[in-house]
């Protein structure tokens, strides 16, 4: 078992920075890609960005390619999500996940075992 908590969440305007982190407590953190996703109202949940267990691998959504950085330090079992230039589209719940398979990192949320309770980010125009 794995149990995720989200923070850093807030509101900001448009062309800030935010650093989401998700702590990680139960089984062993390097064990897990960890990815992060996001839910806006009214939309389906989408995939913002993922990481391989040992950090070496990254894929994000083109949206955030050159804008968010997903990291990990495995010796604080913590992923974080950097977040810069965001725009009002940005705003969604933001979710991390943790993915304990024998695979590359995954952009589909479906198939991830843990899932963490969100953090809201609000960008304002």
């Known amino acids: 078992q794995v149990q995720l908590v989200e923070s850093g969440g807030g509101l900001v305007q448009a062309g800030g920075s935010l650093r989401l982190s998700c702590a990680a407590s139960g089984r062993t953190f390097t064990s897990y890609n960890m990815g992060w996703f996001r839910q806006a109202p009214g939309k389906e949940r989408e995939f913002v960005a993922t990481i391989s267990k040992r950090g070496t691998m990254t894929y994000y959504t083109d949206s955030a390619k050159g804008r968010f950085t997903i990291s990990r330090d495995n010796a604080k079992n913590t992923v974080y999500l950097q977040m810069n230039s965001l725009r009002p589209e940005d705003t969604a719940v933001y979710y991390c996940?943790?993915?304990?398979?024998?695979?590359?990192?995954?952009?589909?949320?479906?198939?991830?075992?843990?899932w963490g309770q969100g953090t809201q980010v609000t960008v304002s125009s």
């Open positions: 996940a943790a993915d304990g398979k024998l695979r590359p990192p995954q952009r589909i949320g479906v198939g991830y075992d843990y």
